[in-house]
């Protein structure tokens, strides 16, 4: 019997990822009805969701096997308590070379002081700011997931000295991992640039605090393309006040779009980014979502689910 999959996340990305979705979905030989609309929720196999989509109540959605997720982030939905049905999250591969080229950017523009040399040129020859070479930068990588390991690959294969924190212990080619606070510690304390991957979750929700931030060496650079609330926003202005932090690079926010007024806008030593560091991909992660429904129909365990528990 055919299997309805219902796209409910939005009628822009619906237009993205029609073609992609059917396109994956007859290279695998599925029986798959893609529907933008589900006037018979009973029928629902399979709920293609990203936040602000159509969905806030799953209660009728009564035999759908799996919502699958278009974003890696799930904190707008696993604590949703209509939700009975596994949750999946999505591990792209374009999204993860995006963050991989996003975050390796951005440590580079850090560590080499690009900005000194392309913003207001002024006709002096300064020779004063010679960066070290990347060995003798230590960048700590918070999260060690799918994100956190590709970056912290990269950056290793850039000769960085890799520290990386997760909640478990890791054992990661290339990086040396630690866990639990006393590993965030140490880390915090030995690097000068600190990447956040972490997903958000009612552990890591203001994680760097004002005594976290503390333990930065002075001068330190925060990039965050993980979650705003990673980062107690007014720890972090006090913090880039005093110069125990030169500079924060951030992509996401408690509010997005961040508002005119927040202070980050207007702060010499702030980055903004719109939430672009890494995007799902239509045409990779609609082949991740037809090997999900894949395997839901072959009775196969299902890649990339959430712990419901954990929440990530
Ligand atoms: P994963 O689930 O693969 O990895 C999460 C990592 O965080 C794991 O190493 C996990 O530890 C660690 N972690 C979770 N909770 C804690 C905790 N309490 N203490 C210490 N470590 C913890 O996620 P991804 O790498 O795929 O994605 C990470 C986040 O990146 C997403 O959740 C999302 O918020 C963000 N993101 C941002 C994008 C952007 O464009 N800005 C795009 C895509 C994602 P363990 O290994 O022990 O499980
Ligand atoms: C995601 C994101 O979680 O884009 O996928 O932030």
Redesign the pocket.
Request: hydrophobic share 60%; aromatic share 8%.
């Given at each position: 019997m055919t299997a309805t999959a219902y796209f409910a996340a939005g009628q822009d990305l619906w237009e993205k990822y029609q073609p992609h979705l059917e396109r994956a979905f007859g290279e695998l030989g599925l029986d798959v009805t893609l529907a933008p609309h589900a006037p018979d929720p009973a029928a629902v196999a399979f709920i293609i969701f990203a936040p602000g989509g159509e969905i806030e109540d799953f209660t009728p959605y009564t035999n759908c096997r799996a919502v699958l997720n278009?974003?890696?982030?799930v904190e707008r939905i696993v604590g949703n308590r209509t939700l009975t049905q596994p949750l999946c999250r999505?591990v792209d591969p374009a999204?993860t070379e995006g963050m991989v080229e996003w975050v390796t950017g951005h440590v580079l523009r850090h560590h080499l002081g690009i900005d000194s040399h392309i913003l207001n040129q002024d006709g002096i020859w300064r020779r004063d700011a010679v960066p070290p070479i990347a060995r003798d930068r230590p960048v700590a990588m918070l999260g060690l997931g799918e994100l956190g390991r590709a970056c912290g690959a990269a950056l290793a294969a850039l000769n960085f000295p890799v520290m990386g924190w997760s909640r478990t212990a890791r054992d990661v080619v290339g990086i040396e991992c630690h866990s639990g606070d006393e590993g965030l510690e140490h880390v915090l304390r030995r690097a000068e640039i600190v990447v956040t991957l972490l997903p958000l979750t009612p552990e890591t929700e203001n994680l760097l605090d004002a005594r976290r931030l503390g333990w930065l060496s002075q001068g330190a650079v925060i990039i965050n393309p993980g979650?705003g609330p990673l980062i107690e926003d007014e720890a972090l202005l006090a913090a880039l006040d005093r110069g125990q932090v030169k500079h924060a690079t951030l992509d996401?926010f408690r509010t997005e779009p961040l508002p005119p007024e927040h202070p980050f806008w207007a702060h010499p030593r702030v980055t903004v980014t719109p939430?672009i560091?890494?995007?799902?991909r239509p045409a990779s992660a609609s082949r991740v979502v037809a090997e999900n429904i894949r395997r839901s129909l072959a009775n196969e365990p299902l890649l990339y689910l959430v712990d419901r528990a954990r929440g990530y």
């Open positions: 278009l974003w890696a982030g999505m999204l979650r996401v939430h560091a890494a995007e799902t």
